[in-house]
Protein backbone atom coordinates (compact mmCIF):
# COMPACT_ATOMS: atom_id res chain seq x y z
CA UNK A 1 0.00 0.00 0.00
CA UNK A 2 1.31 3.92 -1.03
CA UNK A 3 1.88 5.36 2.01
CA UNK A 4 2.37 9.24 2.42
CA UNK A 5 4.93 11.34 4.14
CA UNK A 6 4.51 12.00 7.22
CA UNK A 7 3.07 16.02 7.07
CA UNK A 8 4.15 18.71 9.24
CA UNK A 9 0.94 20.06 9.45
CA UNK A 10 -1.80 19.25 12.82
CA UNK A 11 -4.89 18.45 13.31
CA UNK A 12 -6.10 18.53 16.63
CA UNK A 13 -10.18 17.58 17.06
CA UNK A 14 -11.72 18.51 19.76
CA UNK A 15 -9.87 22.07 20.07
CA UNK A 16 -9.56 24.82 18.94
CA UNK A 17 -6.11 26.00 18.92
CA UNK A 18 -3.16 23.57 17.20
CA UNK A 19 -1.00 24.48 19.52
CA UNK A 20 0.15 23.21 22.99
CA UNK A 21 0.80 20.01 24.29
CA UNK A 22 -1.55 17.46 25.90
CA UNK A 23 -2.72 15.47 22.21
CA UNK A 24 -2.97 12.14 21.52
CA UNK A 25 -1.99 11.03 18.23
CA UNK A 26 -4.70 8.41 17.38
CA UNK A 27 -4.48 8.08 13.85
CA UNK A 28 -3.77 9.11 10.36
CA UNK A 29 -5.63 10.80 7.99
CA UNK A 30 -7.00 7.98 5.15
CA UNK A 31 -7.66 8.45 1.97
CA UNK A 32 -10.09 6.34 -0.05
CA UNK A 33 -7.33 4.55 -2.50
CA UNK A 34 -5.67 3.61 1.43
CA UNK A 35 -2.70 5.89 1.15
CA UNK A 36 -2.22 8.02 5.15
CA UNK A 37 -2.07 11.46 5.50
CA UNK A 38 -1.22 13.48 7.93
CA UNK A 39 -1.47 13.00 11.99
CA UNK A 40 -4.49 13.27 13.62
CA UNK A 41 -4.67 14.16 17.19
CA UNK A 42 -7.16 14.23 19.47
CA UNK A 43 -7.32 17.41 22.92
CA UNK A 44 -6.51 15.66 25.97
CA UNK A 45 -6.41 19.23 27.84
CA UNK A 46 -10.15 19.64 28.17
CA UNK A 47 -12.86 16.83 29.09
CA UNK A 48 -14.63 15.79 25.89
CA UNK A 49 -17.35 13.09 25.20
CA UNK A 50 -16.23 10.52 22.67
CA UNK A 51 -18.50 8.16 21.43
CA UNK A 52 -16.79 5.07 19.42
CA UNK A 53 -19.21 2.82 17.77
CA UNK A 54 -19.29 0.16 14.70
CA UNK A 55 -20.18 -3.06 13.84
CA UNK A 56 -18.63 -5.65 15.63
CA UNK A 57 -15.05 -6.85 14.45
CA UNK A 58 -13.76 -3.28 12.89
CA UNK A 59 -11.89 -1.78 15.75
CA UNK A 60 -13.81 -0.01 18.66
CA UNK A 61 -12.02 -1.60 21.82
CA UNK A 62 -8.80 -1.72 20.08
CA UNK A 63 -9.17 2.15 19.39
CA UNK A 64 -10.39 2.44 22.73
CA UNK A 65 -7.02 1.08 23.48
CA UNK A 66 -5.03 3.47 21.06
CA UNK A 67 -6.21 6.44 22.62
CA UNK A 68 -5.91 4.66 26.70
CA UNK A 69 -1.77 4.17 25.37
CA UNK A 70 -1.81 7.61 24.05
CA UNK A 71 -2.87 8.75 27.25
CA UNK A 72 -0.13 6.85 28.72
CA UNK A 73 2.27 9.00 26.22
CA UNK A 74 1.11 11.77 27.03
CA UNK A 75 4.26 14.52 28.53
CA UNK A 76 4.66 13.45 32.43
CA UNK A 77 3.48 16.97 33.79
CA UNK A 78 -0.12 16.57 31.64
CA UNK A 79 0.35 12.57 32.36
CA UNK A 80 0.58 13.24 35.77
CA UNK A 81 -3.17 15.17 36.31
CA UNK A 82 -5.06 12.46 34.76
CA UNK A 83 -6.60 9.64 35.89
CA UNK A 84 -7.79 6.51 33.56
CA UNK A 85 -10.25 4.82 34.65
CA UNK A 86 -11.20 1.53 32.32
CA UNK A 87 -14.61 0.01 32.80
CA UNK A 88 -13.63 -3.57 31.16
CA UNK A 89 -16.71 -5.64 31.30
CA UNK A 90 -15.27 -8.22 29.13
CA UNK A 91 -11.75 -8.71 30.86
CA UNK A 92 -9.63 -7.76 27.48
CA UNK A 93 -7.75 -5.19 29.08
CA UNK A 94 -5.08 -6.61 30.81
CA UNK A 95 -3.36 -7.09 27.53
CA UNK A 96 -2.23 -3.47 28.21
CA UNK A 97 0.49 -4.76 30.22
CA UNK A 98 2.25 -7.06 26.97
CA UNK A 99 3.91 -5.56 23.72
CA UNK A 100 1.89 -6.25 20.77
CA UNK A 101 4.32 -8.61 18.87
CA UNK A 102 1.63 -10.08 16.38
CA UNK A 103 1.56 -6.66 14.61
CA UNK A 104 5.47 -5.77 14.25
CA UNK A 105 5.29 -5.14 10.81
CA UNK A 106 2.23 -2.93 11.04
CA UNK A 107 3.89 -0.79 13.77
CA UNK A 108 7.26 -0.57 11.95
CA UNK A 109 5.72 1.00 9.24
CA UNK A 110 3.64 3.23 11.64
CA UNK A 111 7.38 4.12 12.97
CA UNK A 112 6.35 2.67 16.54
CA UNK A 113 7.17 0.11 18.35
CA UNK A 114 6.17 -3.00 20.68
CA UNK A 115 5.70 -1.66 23.83
CA UNK A 116 3.84 -2.61 27.46
CA UNK A 117 1.77 -0.36 29.04
CA UNK A 118 2.04 -0.42 33.18
CA UNK A 119 -1.43 -0.82 34.71
CA UNK A 120 -3.11 -1.69 37.71
CA UNK A 121 -6.57 -3.59 37.91
CA UNK A 122 -8.86 -4.15 40.07
CA UNK A 123 -11.47 -7.50 40.06
CA UNK A 124 -12.84 -10.72 41.96
CA UNK A 125 -10.48 -12.09 44.50
CA UNK A 126 -9.94 -14.72 42.22
CA UNK A 127 -9.10 -12.37 39.25
CA UNK A 128 -6.68 -10.63 41.33
CA UNK A 129 -5.03 -14.32 41.77
CA UNK A 130 -4.85 -15.12 37.79
CA UNK A 131 -3.90 -11.32 37.41
CA UNK A 132 -0.64 -11.35 40.36
CA UNK A 133 0.47 -15.03 38.89
CA UNK A 134 1.19 -12.85 35.76
CA UNK A 135 2.91 -10.37 37.18
CA UNK A 136 0.63 -7.65 36.89
CA UNK A 137 -0.09 -5.44 39.91
CA UNK A 138 -4.06 -6.12 40.91
CA UNK A 139 -6.26 -5.46 43.93
CA UNK A 140 -9.36 -7.10 44.98
CA UNK A 141 -12.40 -4.68 44.42
CA UNK A 142 -14.56 -3.89 46.94
CA UNK A 143 -17.10 -1.33 47.02
CA UNK A 144 -18.70 0.28 50.52
CA UNK A 145 -21.34 -1.14 51.44
CA UNK A 146 -23.39 1.92 52.96
CA UNK A 147 -22.85 3.33 49.73
CA UNK A 148 -25.96 1.63 48.50
CA UNK A 149 -29.26 3.25 49.24
CA UNK A 150 -32.41 1.33 48.51
CA UNK A 151 -32.76 2.17 44.86
CA UNK A 152 -29.51 0.29 44.10
CA UNK A 153 -30.27 -2.49 46.11
CA UNK A 154 -33.44 -2.72 44.25
CA UNK A 155 -31.62 -2.50 41.01
CA UNK A 156 -28.96 -4.69 42.07
CA UNK A 157 -31.84 -7.50 42.41
CA UNK A 158 -33.54 -6.51 39.59
CA UNK A 159 -36.99 -5.38 41.79
CA UNK A 160 -39.07 -2.68 42.06
CA UNK A 161 -38.16 0.21 44.61
CA UNK A 162 -41.94 -0.01 45.59
CA UNK A 163 -41.66 -4.12 45.97
CA UNK A 164 -42.42 -5.40 49.87
CA UNK A 165 -38.76 -7.05 49.86
CA UNK A 166 -37.20 -4.37 48.27
CA UNK A 167 -38.62 -2.24 51.46
CA UNK A 168 -37.44 -4.84 53.73
CA UNK A 169 -34.08 -4.22 52.63
CA UNK A 170 -34.61 -0.75 53.10
CA UNK A 171 -35.61 -0.46 56.42
CA UNK A 172 -32.53 -3.25 57.10
CA UNK A 173 -30.39 -0.57 55.73
CA UNK A 174 -31.92 2.21 57.20
CA UNK A 175 -31.30 0.78 60.57
CA UNK A 176 -27.81 0.00 59.55
CA UNK A 177 -26.92 3.63 58.89
CA UNK A 178 -28.32 4.94 61.88
CA UNK A 179 -26.59 2.21 64.46
CA UNK A 180 -23.60 1.51 62.82
CA UNK A 181 -22.76 3.94 60.16
CA UNK A 182 -20.21 1.48 58.55
CA UNK A 183 -21.49 -1.95 57.63
CA UNK A 184 -21.35 -4.90 56.13
CA UNK A 185 -23.71 -7.31 54.09
CA UNK A 186 -23.79 -9.57 57.05
CA UNK A 187 -25.15 -6.53 59.30
CA UNK A 188 -27.83 -6.10 57.04
CA UNK A 189 -28.98 -9.66 57.31
CA UNK A 190 -28.83 -9.19 61.16
CA UNK A 191 -31.35 -5.93 61.12
CA UNK A 192 -33.22 -7.93 58.48
CA UNK A 193 -33.82 -10.79 61.16
CA UNK A 194 -34.65 -8.60 63.69
CA UNK A 195 -37.11 -6.31 62.31
CA UNK A 196 -40.34 -7.75 63.56
CA UNK A 197 -42.58 -5.77 61.05
CA UNK A 198 -41.75 -7.69 58.12
CA UNK A 199 -43.38 -10.77 57.04
CA UNK A 200 -41.26 -14.18 57.87
CA UNK A 201 -41.64 -14.96 53.61
CA UNK A 202 -40.44 -11.53 52.51
CA UNK A 203 -37.51 -12.43 55.29
CA UNK A 204 -36.37 -15.19 53.25
CA UNK A 205 -36.36 -13.70 49.72
CA UNK A 206 -34.79 -10.98 51.17
CA UNK A 207 -32.29 -12.98 52.59
CA UNK A 208 -31.58 -14.84 49.86
CA UNK A 209 -30.78 -12.13 48.03
CA UNK A 210 -28.41 -11.22 50.44
CA UNK A 211 -26.30 -14.11 50.76
CA UNK A 212 -26.26 -14.03 46.90
CA UNK A 213 -24.85 -10.52 46.84
CA UNK A 214 -22.04 -11.73 49.96
CA UNK A 215 -21.56 -14.11 47.56
CA UNK A 216 -20.08 -11.49 44.95
CA UNK A 217 -17.05 -10.73 47.28
CA UNK A 218 -17.58 -7.00 46.62
CA UNK A 219 -19.60 -5.27 49.08
CA UNK A 220 -17.55 -3.98 52.42
CA UNK A 221 -17.51 -2.29 55.56
CA UNK A 222 -14.85 0.38 54.50
CA UNK A 223 -14.20 -0.21 50.64
CA UNK A 224 -11.24 0.80 47.98
CA UNK A 225 -11.02 5.09 48.94
CA UNK A 226 -11.79 6.37 45.39
CA UNK A 227 -8.43 7.82 45.24
CA UNK A 228 -6.66 4.63 45.15
CA UNK A 229 -8.86 3.81 42.04
CA UNK A 230 -8.48 7.16 40.24
CA UNK A 231 -4.99 8.26 41.00
CA UNK A 232 -3.48 11.06 38.50
CA UNK A 233 -0.81 9.67 35.63
CA UNK A 234 -2.36 5.85 36.09
CA UNK A 235 -4.44 3.37 34.06
CA UNK A 236 -6.84 1.98 36.43
CA UNK A 237 -8.32 -1.23 34.77
CA UNK A 238 -12.07 -2.39 36.53
CA UNK A 239 -12.09 -5.66 35.26
CA UNK A 240 -16.16 -6.22 36.17
CA UNK A 241 -16.38 -9.13 33.66
CA UNK A 242 -17.17 -11.95 36.44
CA UNK A 243 -20.31 -10.05 37.47
CA UNK A 244 -23.86 -10.23 36.73
CA UNK A 245 -25.03 -7.36 34.67
CA UNK A 246 -26.86 -5.76 37.49
CA UNK A 247 -23.88 -5.60 39.84
CA UNK A 248 -21.77 -4.56 36.88
CA UNK A 249 -24.13 -1.31 36.53
CA UNK A 250 -24.25 -0.86 40.18
CA UNK A 251 -20.37 -0.73 40.26
CA UNK A 252 -20.41 1.63 37.37
CA UNK A 253 -22.97 3.77 38.97
CA UNK A 254 -21.07 4.45 42.86
CA UNK A 255 -17.67 5.02 41.13
CA UNK A 256 -18.58 7.26 38.87
CA UNK A 257 -20.57 8.95 41.63
CA UNK A 258 -17.92 8.96 43.78
CA UNK A 259 -14.99 10.67 41.37
CA UNK A 260 -17.79 13.31 40.21
CA UNK A 261 -18.28 14.34 43.95
CA UNK A 262 -14.31 14.05 44.40
CA UNK A 263 -13.34 16.23 41.66
CA UNK A 264 -16.46 18.97 42.26
CA UNK A 265 -14.38 19.07 45.91
CA UNK A 266 -10.88 19.09 44.00
CA UNK A 267 -12.49 22.51 42.14
CA UNK A 268 -13.31 24.35 45.45
CA UNK A 269 -9.55 23.60 46.60
CA UNK A 270 -8.27 25.12 43.22
CA UNK A 271 -10.13 27.76 43.08
CA UNK A 272 -9.24 28.54 46.84
CA UNK A 273 -5.71 28.11 45.93
CA UNK A 274 -5.62 30.13 42.91
CA UNK A 275 -7.82 33.12 44.85
CA UNK A 276 -4.51 32.57 47.59
CA UNK A 277 -1.64 32.73 45.15
CA UNK A 278 -0.44 29.59 45.15
CA UNK A 279 0.89 27.11 42.44
CA UNK A 280 1.16 24.18 44.17
CA UNK A 281 -1.66 21.82 42.52
CA UNK A 282 -1.93 19.06 44.54
CA UNK A 283 -5.28 16.83 44.03
CA UNK A 284 -6.48 14.16 45.32
CA UNK A 285 -9.13 12.80 42.67
CA UNK A 286 -7.31 13.77 39.38
CA UNK A 287 -9.34 14.50 36.13
CA UNK A 288 -10.47 11.81 35.15
CA UNK A 289 -11.02 9.77 31.76
CA UNK A 290 -13.51 6.97 32.15
CA UNK A 291 -13.36 4.30 28.99
CA UNK A 292 -16.21 2.22 29.08
CA UNK A 293 -16.62 -0.31 26.68
CA UNK A 294 -19.97 -1.54 25.90
CA UNK A 295 -21.62 1.31 26.46
CA UNK A 296 -25.03 0.62 26.09
CA UNK A 297 -25.32 -1.56 29.03
CA UNK A 298 -24.79 1.53 31.44
CA UNK A 299 -26.66 4.09 28.72
CA UNK A 300 -30.10 2.23 27.96
CA UNK A 301 -33.18 4.39 26.84
CA UNK A 302 -34.57 2.34 30.00
CA UNK A 303 -34.26 3.94 33.68
CA UNK A 304 -30.86 2.76 35.23
CA UNK A 305 -29.11 4.03 37.71
CA UNK A 306 -25.26 4.40 35.80
CA UNK A 307 -27.31 6.40 33.28
CA UNK A 308 -28.61 8.87 35.88
CA UNK A 309 -25.38 9.26 36.93
CA UNK A 310 -23.29 9.60 33.54
CA UNK A 311 -25.86 11.60 31.79
CA UNK A 312 -26.84 14.13 34.65
CA UNK A 313 -23.60 14.60 35.76
CA UNK A 314 -21.19 13.39 34.24
CA UNK A 315 -22.35 14.65 30.41
CA UNK A 316 -24.48 17.81 31.63
CA UNK A 317 -21.79 19.16 34.13
CA UNK A 318 -18.90 17.38 33.65
CA UNK A 319 -16.81 19.92 31.89
CA UNK A 320 -16.31 22.09 34.60
CA UNK A 321 -15.58 19.68 37.44
CA UNK A 322 -12.90 17.82 35.06
CA UNK A 323 -14.38 14.46 34.39
CA UNK A 324 -14.51 13.01 30.65
CA UNK A 325 -15.63 9.84 28.59
CA UNK A 326 -14.68 7.70 26.25
CA UNK A 327 -17.60 5.80 25.15
CA UNK A 328 -17.40 2.28 22.59
CA UNK A 329 -20.79 0.42 21.67
CA UNK A 330 -21.65 -1.07 18.66
CA UNK A 331 -25.64 -0.10 19.00
CA UNK A 332 -25.71 3.38 19.08
CA UNK A 333 -29.55 3.27 18.30
CA UNK A 334 -29.63 1.44 22.51
CA UNK A 335 -28.01 4.07 23.51
CA UNK A 336 -30.45 6.80 25.23
CA UNK A 337 -30.56 10.08 22.72
CA UNK A 338 -28.97 12.16 25.25
CA UNK A 339 -25.50 10.46 24.55
CA UNK A 340 -24.94 11.00 21.03
CA UNK A 341 -26.48 14.82 21.34
CA UNK A 342 -23.27 15.03 24.49
CA UNK A 343 -20.70 13.50 22.58
CA UNK A 344 -18.18 16.15 20.82
CA UNK A 345 -16.10 13.77 19.38
CA UNK A 346 -17.69 10.61 17.36
CA UNK A 347 -15.36 7.92 15.82
CA UNK A 348 -17.13 5.70 13.38
CA UNK A 349 -16.06 2.56 12.30
CA UNK A 350 -18.03 0.31 9.67
CA UNK A 351 -21.65 0.38 10.17
CA UNK A 352 -23.91 -1.37 8.95
CA UNK A 353 -27.50 -1.56 10.58
CA UNK A 354 -30.15 0.73 9.27
CA UNK A 355 -31.22 1.62 12.67
CA UNK A 356 -27.73 2.39 14.18
CA UNK A 357 -27.10 4.01 11.20
CA UNK A 358 -30.82 6.39 11.74
CA UNK A 359 -29.59 7.00 15.68
CA UNK A 360 -26.52 8.72 13.79
CA UNK A 361 -27.92 10.55 11.35
CA UNK A 362 -30.62 11.83 13.88
CA UNK A 363 -27.49 13.89 15.52
CA UNK A 364 -26.30 14.78 11.88
CA UNK A 365 -24.69 17.97 12.73
CA UNK A 366 -25.49 21.17 9.64
CA UNK A 367 -21.98 20.86 8.88
CA UNK A 368 -22.49 17.33 7.31
CA UNK A 369 -23.02 17.39 4.21
CA UNK A 370 -25.03 14.44 3.45
CA UNK A 371 -25.94 11.41 5.04
CA UNK A 372 -23.62 9.66 7.85
CA UNK A 373 -24.72 6.43 6.19
CA UNK A 374 -23.19 7.58 3.09
CA UNK A 375 -20.26 8.66 4.56
CA UNK A 376 -19.80 5.08 6.72
CA UNK A 377 -20.13 3.41 3.46
CA UNK A 378 -17.31 5.17 1.81
CA UNK A 379 -15.25 4.07 4.73
CA UNK A 380 -15.33 0.54 3.36
CA UNK A 381 -14.32 -2.65 5.39
CA UNK A 382 -10.88 -2.13 6.39
CA UNK A 383 -10.27 -2.28 10.34
CA UNK A 384 -9.62 0.36 11.94
CA UNK A 385 -10.72 3.05 9.25
CA UNK A 386 -12.93 5.32 10.54
CA UNK A 387 -15.15 8.26 10.18
CA UNK A 388 -14.55 10.94 12.71
CA UNK A 389 -16.78 13.86 13.38
CA UNK A 390 -15.90 16.61 15.57
CA UNK A 391 -17.97 19.55 16.61
CA UNK A 392 -15.05 21.87 17.84
CA UNK A 393 -13.92 22.57 14.03
CA UNK A 394 -16.79 21.08 13.22
CA UNK A 395 -15.25 18.98 10.52
CA UNK A 396 -15.96 15.20 9.38
CA UNK A 397 -12.74 13.31 8.81
CA UNK A 398 -12.10 9.99 7.87
CA UNK A 399 -8.89 8.40 9.51
CA UNK A 400 -6.91 5.34 9.70
CA UNK A 401 -6.28 4.91 14.03
CA UNK A 402 -2.75 3.69 14.48
CA UNK A 403 -1.56 0.08 15.33
CA UNK A 404 -1.35 -0.81 18.93
CA UNK A 405 1.85 -0.77 20.97
CA UNK A 406 0.86 -3.32 23.29
CA UNK A 407 -1.31 -6.50 22.77
CA UNK A 408 -4.79 -6.28 21.82
CA UNK A 409 -7.01 -8.75 24.02
CA UNK A 410 -10.37 -8.50 22.40
CA UNK A 411 -9.79 -10.51 19.14
CA UNK A 412 -12.59 -13.13 18.76
CA UNK A 413 -11.53 -16.43 19.16
CA UNK A 414 -11.44 -18.58 16.11
CA UNK A 415 -11.86 -22.24 15.90
CA UNK A 416 -8.82 -22.30 13.88
CA UNK A 417 -5.60 -21.42 15.96
CA UNK A 418 -3.20 -19.54 13.80
N1 LIG B 1 -6.47 0.29 13.81
C1 LIG B 1 -6.28 -0.99 13.60
N2 LIG B 1 -5.13 -1.44 13.06
C2 LIG B 1 -4.92 -2.74 12.83
N3 LIG B 1 -5.81 -3.72 13.15
C3 LIG B 1 -6.98 -3.35 13.69
C4 LIG B 1 -7.28 -1.98 13.95
N4 LIG B 1 -8.50 -1.90 14.49
C5 LIG B 1 -8.95 -3.17 14.59
N5 LIG B 1 -8.05 -4.04 14.10
C6 LIG B 1 -8.22 -5.49 14.03
O1 LIG B 1 -9.61 -5.79 14.12
C7 LIG B 1 -9.86 -6.70 15.19
C8 LIG B 1 -11.20 -6.41 15.84
O2 LIG B 1 -11.17 -5.20 16.54
P1 LIG B 1 -11.95 -4.98 17.92
O3 LIG B 1 -11.57 -3.64 18.43
O4 LIG B 1 -11.73 -6.12 18.83
O5 LIG B 1 -13.45 -4.99 17.40
P2 LIG B 1 -14.78 -4.47 18.12
O6 LIG B 1 -15.28 -3.36 17.26
O7 LIG B 1 -15.70 -5.66 18.08
O8 LIG B 1 -14.46 -4.03 19.51
C9 LIG B 1 -8.67 -6.57 16.10
O9 LIG B 1 -8.42 -7.74 16.81
C10 LIG B 1 -7.55 -6.21 15.17
O10 LIG B 1 -6.94 -7.40 14.66
MG1 LIG C 1 -15.09 -4.82 21.36
Redesign the pocket.
Known amino acids: MERAKISDKLYVLGRREKKGGGMLNI?RYYALDGSLGSHVYVDALKPHVILIC??????????MG?FIEEFASLEEEVRKNIGIVIIDTLGIFWTLSHPNYR?EK?LKRWEREAKAFGIKIFSSPENVEEYRKKGIDAQNLLIKTSELNSYYWAQLFNISPTDYVAAAIGRAINRAAEELKDYDVDDIIDFLQKDEKIKEEAKIVAENLLYTAKGWKIFDRNGIPIYEITKGGRISVLDISPYPEELKIVIVAIIARKIFEGRIRERKKYEEMLINGKKERVEEIPITWFAI?EAHVFLPHEECIAKDVLIKQWMRQGRQPGVALIL?T?RPSSLDSEVMSHSDIIIC?RLTAQEDIEALNKVRPTYMQGDIGEAVKKIGTE??VALIIDDTSEAVHVI?????MSW?G???PSALIK
Not at 54 to 63: A, E, H, I, P, V
Not at 400 to 404: A, D, G, I, L, S
Open positions: GGKRGYGKSYTTQEDAQHKGKVRPRHGEE
